[in-house]
Antibody
Framework: QVQLQQGGAGLLKPSETLSLSCTVY????????WSWIRQAPGKGLEWIGE???????NYNPSLKSRVTLSVDTSKNQFSLKVRYVTAADTGVYYC????????????????WGQGTSVVVSS | QSALTQPASVSGSPGQSITISCTGT?????????VSWYQHHPGKAPNLMIY???KRPSWVSNRFSGSKSGNAASLTISGLQAEDEADYYC??????????FGPGTKVTVL
């Protein structure tokens, strides 16, 4: 059974860089896309981006200029960096496995990490 | 980034059935079987409830079902129970290789 374990710092000052990691246990990082999703306080879920084991990534256009996703297959791990954070980046960040089939003809986030609370405050 | 629309809230009494709608466009919800639904209890990670429009993971009760017509998808909860009270999000992969979530629907069990 695949499980995702999140790590990284949860308290940042404005303009700093948010760095989170997600380690895949019980399965290979190959063959899937891996996503980051966040939820600001009182708001809904927001997709940040996705990356596969080859390092091919797609991003939410609204965040693309500040976000970088990376993957380390030797550690079965993928990571998120968000530069120049502000209070608007405060929230809970989740990593998840994005299962895609076909061209794609089907896609779903079927395994989720436990979530990391991130607070941006001066 | 396209947007999916959902009602802000839906309520029902125990035992009743409720339906949550999710309307998108031909670039997301209307394309193939790209719609999925997630249950989110506060303080917990979201949980996949429906994938490929109408399929249930093994851990999900058969009280949950999904359907789609054109650009609109729906999630139905039958035999509503207190534990079903949560936020529900529809989600779609898009033709631009991105993922979009609906704004979420708060389900209240009266």
């Amino acid at each position: 059974q695949v499980q995702l374990q999140q790590g990284g710092a949860g308290l940042l000052k404005p303009s700093e860089t948010l760095s989170l990691s997600c380690t895949v246990y019980g399965g290979s990082i190959s063959g899937y896309f891996w996503s980051w999703i966040r939820q600001a306080p009182g708001k809904g879920l927001e997709w940040i981006g996705e990356i596969n084991h080859r390092g091919s990534a797609n991003y939410n256009p609204s965040l693309k200029s500040r976000v970088t996703l990376s993957v380390d297959t030797s550690k079965n791990q993928f990571s998120l960096k968000v530069r120049y954070v502000t209070a608007a980046d405060t929230g809970v960040y989740y990593c998840a496995r994005l299962y895609i089939s076909g061209p794609p003809t089907a896609a779903s986030l079927d395994v989720w990490g436990q979530g990391t609370s991130v607070v941006v405050s001066s | 980034q396209s947007a999916l629309t959902q009602p802000a809230s839906v309520s029902g009494s125990p035992g009743q059935s409720i339906t949550i709608s999710c309307t998108g466009t031909s670039s997301d919800a209307g394309t193939y079987n790209l719609v999925s639904w997630y249950q989110h209890h506060p303080g917990k990670a979201p949980n996949l409830m429906i994938y490929e429009v109408n399929k249930r993971p093994s851990w999900v009760s058969n009280r949950f079902s999904g359907s789609k017509s054109g650009n609109a998808a729906s999630l139905t909860i039958s035999g509503l129970q207190a534990e079903d009270e949560a936020d529900y999000y529809c989600c779609s992969y898009t033709s631009g290789n991105t993922v979009v979530f609906g704004p979420g629907t708060k389900v209240t069990v009266l």
